[in-house]
Antibody, heavy 123, light 107 residues
C-alpha cells in the first residue's frame, strides 16, 4: 500500500523552528517528486514547496521562501520540511503529497497525501 | 500566479441530486486540472486528474470536463458519503494553486 506518514508537528513560539518529516512506503520513493501543502484550520489548501526526484530542484511559495527548506533522504524514504522564523500565520495542518507526473497533455497531480501534522505557532 | 476560482463556495443538495461545481482559471491551463475531495479531519483525496480522467477506485458517478480556463466536476446522483469539500487544483505553473473550495452540504 502506498502510504505517507507525517510527523514533527506541535506547538512552537513565534520565531522558533520545527522540522517536519514524512515517511514514505509502498513505492520507489527516489523516483518521485514530492511536495508540502498546508491548510489553516477551516480554510483552503495552500501549496508551499516542491522537491524534484534527486533533490536538486526545489520551489517554494512566496509565503515561506527564505524561511522554510525542503529536503529528502532517499536512503531513508523520507521527506523533510525545516521551518524557521515561524509566524502565527504558519499555524496549519501540513501535508506531504506525492506528485504523479502524467505527460505533456495531462500534467501532474497529488496522490496520495499523508494524514497531516498540525503545527501551532503561538506564545 | 494562476488564480483558481470555484463556484459556488457552498451548495446544499439532496441525496440523488445531480450536482455540478465549476472552476475557472485566470489563464489557460490546457487540461492540467485536478479535483480533490476532502472530508472533515481527513486528507484530500484525488478524484479526477487531467480534467476528465477518473482516478482508480473513484465511483463512476463522478466526472470532470473542460479545458483551457473553464472546468466542471459533476456528481450524477449524490450519495450520503459525497458530502464533503471539493477543491480544484492547477499543475500548469509553479506556484501550484488551488481553488478556494466548494462545501457540499446536506439539504
Amino acid at each position: 500500500e502506498v502510504q505517507l506518514v507525517e510527523s514533527g508537528g506541535g506547538l512552537e513560539q513565534p520565531g522558533g523552528s520545527l522540522r517536519l518529516s514524512c515517511a514514505a512506503s509502498g513505492f520507489t520513493f527516489k523516483n518521485y517528486e514530492m511536495n508540502w501543502v498546508r491548510q489553516v484550520p477551516g480554510q483552503g489548501l495552500e501549496w508551499i514547496s516542491y522537491i524534484g526526484s534527486g533533490g536538486s530542484t526545489k520551489y517554494y511559495a512566496d509565503s515561506v521562501k527564505g524561511r522554510f527548506t525542503i529536503s529528502r533522504d532517499d536512503a531513508k524514504n523520507s521527506l523533510y520540511l525545516q521551518m524557521n522564523s515561524l509566524r502565527a500565520e504558519d499555524t496549519a495542518v501540513y501535508y506531504c503529497a506525492r506528485l504523479v507526473i502524467g505527460d505533456s497533455v495531462r500534467g501532474a497531480w497529488f496522490d496520495p497525501w499523508g494524514q497531516g501534522t498540525l503545527v501551532i505557532v503561538s506564545s | 500566479d494562476i488564480q483558481m476560482t470555484q463556484s459556488p463556495s457552498s451548495l446544499s443538495a439532496s441525496v440523488g441530486d445531480r450536482v455540478t461545481i465549476t472552476c475557472r482559471a485566470s489563464q489557460s491551463i490546457s487540461s492540467y486540472l485536478n479535483w480533490y475531495q476532502q472530508k472533515p479531519g481527513k486528507a484530500p483525496k484525488l478524484l479526477i486528474f487531467a480534467a476528465s480522467s477518473l482516478q482508480s477506485g473513484v465511483p463512476s458517478r463522478f466526472s470532470g470536463s473542460g479545458s483551457g480556463t473553464d472546468f466542471s466536476l459533476t456528481i450524477s446522483s449524490l450519495q450520503p458519503e459525497d458530502y464533503a469539500t471539493y477543491y480544484c487544483q492547477q499543475s500548469y505553473n509553479i506556484p501550484i494553486t488551488f481553488g478556494q473550495g466548494t462545501r457540499l452540504e446536506i439539504k
